[in-house]
């Protein structure tokens, strides 16, 4: 590694200790540690951006699940964009931008045994910018793309609606079922959110769960309404970004074999108790219909066929890219992540760390 990258000094954020309910300062021990020279076969890379998903919240807890929880010491798990500064491995140069799991730290040093588990691949700046390979083009879209794709199953006609709209998700939902000839509806939490998904995105309705309720009235009442008014005939597939009584709402509206697409619970994640499990849930034997999980790395061999067809929508205009882009490098860190819980990104969350 030449010399001038011996001289840098990496800061970073571990998990100090496993938050109860919303994460806090006192979860995350801030550090720093100067750069070693390069090994045969290794690679060092600046961070140019991370992607906060509230799946995060999930990894910072103890027990089993589809992916080991971040450890106590180690440094925070996230997906990334970042520039290979020096290499001695042959596959890469310096230059590359590359798309990985650098966890939230300023530099990413890859060992050549940690290449294929690391998820590290080139991206090409051409397709789409670094923070469009953190949404549409990132594990976001691919999240969206397979989820209603494969277990969603939309057919032409039917009525898809999706929760958590107008996030990274859910926008990428939304737009390939109106490309995929669906009628979406969307739910999201404001009328700034909901505009912006209906005249910007080209769904045909979006829901606002915040909308003002009647004194007495409880504010899901709103979402209820607004499924009768927009989904008068039912709900063929819906794609579940929130959980808890947003999810229950919809189960009250199944069409029969309808298809819902457990893909999160952000309602439910700072929880300091249980989940809440629907309570309608026997709809599903009644209009005899599914409700699947999705987990985006079961199709991480297929991401280059959803890359290139849903690039190729942002190139002709069919699907658009909408990020929240906070500066301020890894040191915001545990701020900006909580801004996902308190409903105030508006877009893909993503933390600039370098230019």
């Not at 669906?182 to 769904?203: D, N, Q, R, T």
Request: with cysteine; glycine share 12%.
């Amino acid at each position: 590694m030449p010399s001038t990258h011996a001289t840098l000094v990496n800061h970073q954020v571990r998990l100090a200790s496993r938050p109860v309910g919303q994460a806090t300062v006192e979860n995350w021990q801030f550090t720093e540690e100067p750069l070693a020279d390069l090994n045969d076969g290794e690679l060092l890379i600046q961070v140019l951006a991370l992607s906060l998903d509230p799946a995060m919240r999930g990894w910072m807890n103890e027990g089993k699940s589809y992916i080991p929880p971040v450890g106590i010491g180690e440094v925070m798990r996230a997906g990334g964009i970042g520039r290979v500064i020096a290499s001695r491995n042959p596959a890469f140069a310096v230059g590359d931008v590359v798309s990985g799991t650098p966890g939230v730290q300023e530099y990413w040093r890859v060992a050549a045994d940690q290449l294929k588990r690391s998820g590290l691949a080139k991206i090409d700046l051409r397709v789409g910018s670094v923070t469009q390979w953190l949404n549409v083009l990132g594990m976001p879209g691919m999240t969206g793309y397979f989820g209603l794709m494969d277990v969603g199953q939309p057919q032409a006609g039917e009525t898809v609606v999706v929760s958590g709209a107008a996030g990274a998700v859910g926008q990428t939902v939304g737009q390939l079922a109106k490309v995929k000839g669906c009628k979406v509806v969307g739910i999201a939490g404001g009328a700034a959110k909901c505009e912006w998904v209906v005249k910007e995105l080209g769904f045909d309705a979006c829901i606002d769960y915040k909308a003002a309720a009647p004194e007495g009235v409880q504010r899901w009442d709103a979402v209820r309404e607004g499924l009768k008014q927009h989904c008068a005939d039912g709900v063929d597939v819906y794609f579940d970004n929130v959980g808890g009584d947003i999810l229950d709402a919809v189960l009250a509206r199944l069409k029969r074999k309808a298809r819902i697409v457990i893909c999160g619970a952000i309602s439910q994640y700072n929880n300091t108790g249980a989940m809440v499990g629907p309570k309608n849930y026997m709809s599903l034997l009644v209009n005899r219909a599914r409700m699947e999980g999705i987990v985006v790395f079961d199709y991480a061999d297929r991401y280059h066929l959803a890359i290139a067809e849903m690039a190729g929508y942002l190139k002709d205009g069919r699907m658009k890219s909408k990020e929240d882009v906070v500066e301020g490098g890894v040191a915001a860190f545990p701020a900006t992540l909580n801004k996902l819980f308190n409903g105030e990104n508006f877009g893909k969350l993503v933390l600039k760390v370098a230019d």
